[in-house]
C-alpha cells in the first residue's frame, strides 16, 4: 500500500505562539514550566493535525524551542568549554537555560559567555547554531528530548517516526575550533551516542527513524562517502530491528547517488522538487529492498501542487518499484513554510484569485495524502472532484493577466553593460566622496535599524485599522525619527541612520510598494530562535510605480547635517527572502526587481541623500549547493546588484551588507559588486571570518560587524577594541568602518545604546592610537 510520509512541519505555531512564549520566558514574564507547556501544546496540535490529514509516517523530534541543530548539539554533549560553567547536573531545568545560552549568549550572575556561531542552513533563510568542535573531543548522550518526545506523541495515541539530524551532516556542518584535526576524525566518539539514542527509541516502541542528511546534497571528497558507508554500516548494526530512513533534501544526489542508494537503511527519501528528473537516472539503480520517498511537493515554496505533473512521476516510480515501496511526501521538511492558508481572509492583501494557486504546510499535507489516494486508486469519492479543481487552479493561473506586464519585460530585455557599471572604478569615486561626506578615521554607523518597541509596531496596526489618521501615524514615527537622529548625534554616530520605523521587514515594506507582490497576514516562517518573517508573494511582472524611501529619508536628512544613510533591499535579497515565482527563470525575476531598485537609488540620490545603503545579507544564501551551478549564480547576482546601484554620481556613496555567511570561497565576486563601503558580520565567529582578507587584498571599504546584536549581551569598549585590533591586522586602517553586525529591530533600547556607546568609545580610541602614532611618526 502507498504511504505517506512527512519530514517536519513548522514549530512557530499558527499564530507564532513559540515566538511570543520564548520571548515572554527570556524576560521573565513566564516560568519554565509555561514555556514548556507552550511547547507540549504545539507539538500535540501538530501530531493531531497530521494524523487527520492521513499522513501514515508523523515526525516527532522536528519541534524545536530555537533550533534543531543545537539540539542536535545538546544530545551528543557536544557543548563549548565555555558553557561547561553553567552544567551543574542534568535534568530539563538546567538543560533549558544551558540551551539558550548557547543560543544567545548569557551575561549575569557575574558571568559573561558569548553565543554560538549562527550561519545560513544551506539556501534557505533558515539560521542554525554551528556546532563546535575540538581536537579528541568525546561526546556523551545529554539531552534526551528526542525521546521525551516519541514519548509523549505515544501517549496522545500517535505512533510517530523522531527525526535526527544525521551524524555525518552534524559533523559536516561544524567548525575545528582548533587545528590539528579534520572534524570527521570525531566520527567513531559520535557513532555510540548515535547507537545509544536509536536502541532507547527502540525500547520505546519507534519503528521508523528518520535521520536527515542534507549534506548528501552537497560536493562530498572520497572521505566523506566513506564516512557516510562506515556509518551506517555501523548505525544499522546498533539498531539492529529498528527500520532506518535517510532524508536526503534541497538539491538532488548527483554524483552521490551510489553512496546513498547502497547505505544499509530501509527507506531514502529524495528531493524530487530541487532534484526534478533526477528520478529517472536513480531508478534502475534502486536495490530491491530500499523504499524510496519521493518529495514531489514542493517544502519550500508555497505554491499549489501540480497533481497531474506528479502522478505522471509517482506512477513512473510505481511502475519499477510497486506500492510497498513508494512513499508520497514533501521534499524537505515543511518548516520553510506558513503554517495555514486558511487563516488568510482579507482580501485586500490576498485577492482570492491568487489565494487560489497557493498552498501552505496544512494544505500541503493534504496534497500529499491526495496524491497518495490518486496514485493508489483510492476510493474516496471526492478525490476526483479535487484533481478536477487542481487542474482548474493551475488553468487559471498559467492564464491570469495579474500576472505579465509587457513594458517589464521589455525593460529586461534592453539591458546593456553598461547600465550595470558605474562609469569611474573606487579609487577615483572615494576622494570624491571624502570631500563630500567629511568624515573621519574609522566612521562609525550602524546597519540600519533600531529596536522596535511594542509602541512602534502598535501605530502600525492602529493605522490599518483606521484607529490612527495618517496625519498621525506621520507624526508619531517622525517624532521617533528625530528622538533617534538627536540620539546618535549625541553619542558621536559619523553617518546616522533613520531607524526604519515605519517598516515591517525589510522585504516585505519595499514590497508592499512593488507591483507583482500579494501579502499575508498570518504568513509568518522561522529565520531563528523566535524571529520570524512573512515572506511576500512575488507572483508576478515587478515594476516601481512611485517612491517607497524618499519621504521618510528627506526627512531624516533634514534633522541633522550629518550624512543620513537611505535604506534599500537588495534585488538578491528581495528574491531569496519572498516566495519567488515558479512559472518563469528566477534571473528574469530577479532583474525586474533590480531595475526597480535602481529607480529608488536615482531618485534617493535626487533628493540629497549621499549615502545609500542597498543591503544584500541573502546574496551568498542563493548561491547553488553545488560548486558546477555557482558561477552563474554569482554572475546574475553581481550584475543584479551592480544595475541596482550604478545610476549615480561618483561622489554618492554605495554601502551594501551582508551577514551570517561564509565569504571565503566567493570574496572575489563579493569584491565585483563594486560597493563603497561593504559591511559584515563577524563578530559570533570572533573575526574568523576576516582570515580571507589576509590573502585576498579587498579592494573597498568594509565594516566587520564588532559585536553581536542576536544575543542580549553588552560587550565592553575592551572586547570591540580586540576585535577592531584583529580587523586592523588583515584591513588597512583608513579603509576600516566600525558598525554592529546587522540591525538592532529586535533588541531593546537599553541594550542597543549601551552597545552602541561602547563601540562609539572603541572608534574614539582607535582614532587617538592613530594620531598619536601620526605625531611621533612626525
Same mark, same amino acid.
Given at each position: 500500500?502507498?504511504?505517506? !510520509? ?13 515566538? @511570543? ?12 514550566? %509555561? ?39 545538546? =544530545?551528543?554533549?557536544? /557543548? ?12 530539563? %531545568? ?30 534557505? !533563510? ?76 527502540? @525500547?520505546?516502541?519507534? %519503528? ?164 497518495? @489516494? ?104 517622525? #517624532? ?93 535579497? =528581495? ?6 515565482? !515558479? ?27 549621499? /549615502? ?40 554618492? #556613496? ?125
Amino acid at each position: 500500500m502507498l504511504r505517506t !510520509n512527512n519530514l517536519g512541519y513548522p514549530r512557530i505555531g499558527n499564530l507564532r505562539q513559540l515566538k @511570543k512564549s520564548n520571548e515572554a520566558y527570556w524576560a521573565g514574564k513566564i516560568s519554565r514550566e %509555561e514555556l514548556i507547556a507552550a511547547g507540549k501544546g504545539i507539538r500535540r496540535e501538530n501530531w493531531l493535525l497530521q494524523r487527520d490529514a492521513g499522513i501514515d509516517l508523523i515526525p516527532s523530534g522536528d519541534f524545536s524551542f530555537y533550533d534543531q541543530v543545537l539540539d542536535t548539539s545538546l =544530545m551528543v554533549g557536544a /557543548i563549548p568549554p565555555r558553557y561547561h560553567q553553567l552544567v551543574e547536573g542534568k535534568g530539563p %531545568e538546567r538543560e533549558l537555560d544551558l540551551y539558550f545560552a548557547m543560543a544567545r549568549g548569557y551575561q549575569r550572575d557575574g558571568k559573561d559567555i558569548t553565543a554560538m556561531e549562527m550561519t545560513k542552513w544551506f539556501d534557505t !533563510n533558515y539560521h542554525y547554531l554551528v556546532p563546535e568542535f575540538t581536537k579528541g573531543q568525546q561526546f556523551g548522550l545529554f539531552s534526551e528530548k528526542v525521546m521525551d518526545e516519541f514519548y509523549e506523541a505515544k501517549q496522545l495515541g500517535i505512533q510517530t517516526k523522531p527525526v535526527l539530524l544525521g551524524p555525518l551532516s552534524f559533523l559536516l556542518l561544524g567548525k575545528e575550533k582548533e587545528g590539528g584535526f579534520h572534524r570527521l576524525d570525531l566520527l567513531d566518539s559520535l557513532l555510540p551516542v548515535y547507537g545509544e539514542v536509536l536502541q532507547r527509541l527502540k @525500547k520505546l516502541g519507534a %519503528e521508523y527513524v528518520q535521520l536527515d542528511e542534507p549534506c548528501l546534497a552537497l560536493d562530498l571528497d572520497k572521505r566523506s562517502r566513506q564516512a557516510y558507508r562506515k556509518a551506517y554500516r555501523a548505525l544499522a548494526e546498533q539498531a539492529a530491528g529498528l527500520k532506518l530512513i535517510v532524508a536526503t533534501y534541497f538539491e538532488g544526489l548527483g554524483d552521490n547517488a551510489n553512496t546513498a542508494l547502497n547505505l544499509p537503511v530501509q527507506a531514502l527519501h529524495i528531493d524530487l522538487v530541487r532534484g526534478e528528473g533526477e528520478l529517472y537516472q536513480l531508478l534502475p539503480k534502486v536495490p530491491h529492498d530500499l523504499i524510496l520517498s519521493l518529495g514531489v511537493v514542493d517544502g519550500r515554496n508555497i505554491w499549489k501542487n501540480d497533481y497531474e505533473k506528479s502522478l505522471l512521476i509517482i506512477r513512473d516510480a510505481l511502475n519499477v518499484l510497486g506500492k510497498d515501496r513508494v512513499w508520497i511526501a514533501p521534499s524537505c521538511s515543511l518548516l520553510h513554510v506558513p503554517c495555514d492558508l486558511d487563516l488568510e481572509t482579507d482580501e485586500k492583501t490576498l485577492p482570492p484569485g491568487i489565494k487560489d494557486w497557493l498552498a501552505f504546510a496544512k494544505q500541503k499535507l493534504a496534497e500529499v495524502s491526495d496524491l497518495g @489516494k490518486l496514485a493508489d486508486g483510492s476510493g474516496d469519492t471526492d478525490i476526483d472532484a479535487r484533481l478536477a479543481a487542481n487542474r482548474r487552479s493551475q488553468q487559471a493561473r498559467a492564464g491570469s493577466r495579474l500576472i505579465h506586464r509587457h513594458a517589464v519585460k521589455q525593460r529586461v530585455q534592453g539591458i546593456t553593460e553598461a547600465d550595470s557599471t558605474r562609469p569611474t572604478p573606487f579609487t577615483g569615486r572615494k576622494p570624491k566622496q571624502q570631500v563630500n561626506l567629511g568624515l573621519p578615521d574609522f566612521p562609525t554607523t550602524t546597519i540600519g535599524s533600531f529596536p522596535q518597541t511594542g509602541e512602534v509596531r502598535s501605530w502600525r496596526a492602529r493605522l490599518k485599522k483606521g484607529e490612527l489618521s495618517g496625519a498621525e501615524y506621520d507624526t508619531l514615527i517622525k #517624532q521617533e525619527i528625530e528622538k533617534t537622529i538627536r540620539w546618535q548625534e549625541q553619542t558621536g554616530i559619523d553617518v546616522p541612520v533613520h531607524g526604519e520605523f515605519e517598516r515591517n521587514d525589510m522585504v516585505e515594506y519595499f514590497g508592499e510598494q512593488l507591483r507583482g507582490y500579494a501579502f499575508t497576514g498570518y504568513g509568518w516562517v522561522q529565520s531563528y530562535g523566535s524571529r520570524c518573517v512573512k515572506p511576500p508573494i512575488l507572483y508576478g511582472d515587478v515594476s516601481r510605480p512611485e517612491d517607497m524611501s524618499v519621504y521618510w529619508s528627506s526627512y531624516s536628512q533634514s534633522l541633522t547635517p550629518r550624512p543620513v544613510k537611505g535604506m534599500l533591499t537588495g534585488p538578491v535579497t =528581495m528574491l531569496q527572502w519572498s516566495f519567488v515565482r !515558479n512559472d518563469q527563470p528566477r534571473h528574469d525575476t530577479l532583474f525586474q526587481i533590480a531595475l526597480a531598485i535602481r529607480d529608488e537609488v536615482v531618485a534617493l540620490e535626487r533628493a540629497g541623500i549621499k /549615502i545609500i545603503q542597498i543591503d544584500e545579507p541573502a546574496f551568498r544564501e542563493g548561491l547553488p549547493l553545488r560548486k558546477a551551478d555557482q558561477q552563474l549564480y554569482l554572475d546574475r547576482a553581481v550584475q543584479a546588484f551592480k544595475l541596482s546601484s550604478s545610476g549615480v554620481r561618483d561622489e554618492t #556613496q554605495i554601502h551594501t551588507h551582508m551577514c551570517y555567511s561564509e565569504f571565503n570561497d566567493i570574496i572575489g565576486d563579493i569584491a565585483r559588486m563594486d560597493a563603497d563601503v561593504i559591511t559584515i558580520e563577524t563578530s559570533r565567529s570572533q573575526m574568523e571570518l576576516l582570515d580571507v582578507f589576509a590573502d585576498f587584498k579587498y579592494p573597498n571599504d568594509i565594516g566587520p560587524g564588532v559585536y553581536d546584536i542576536h544575543s542580549p549581551r553588552i560587550p565592553p569598549v575592551e572586547e570591540i577594541l580586540f576585535l577592531l585590533e584583529k580587523a586592523k591586522a588583515v584591513i588597512p586602517a583608513e579603509q576600516l568602518w566600525v558598525n554592529p553586525d546587522c540591525g538592532l529591530k529586535t533588541r531593546t533600547w537599553g541594550e542597543a545604546t549601551a552597545a552602541l556607546e561602547n563601540m562609539v568609545e572603541a572608534a574614539r580610541i582607535l582614532r587617538s592610537v592613530k594620531e598619536k602614532d601620526t605625531v611621533e611618526a612626525s
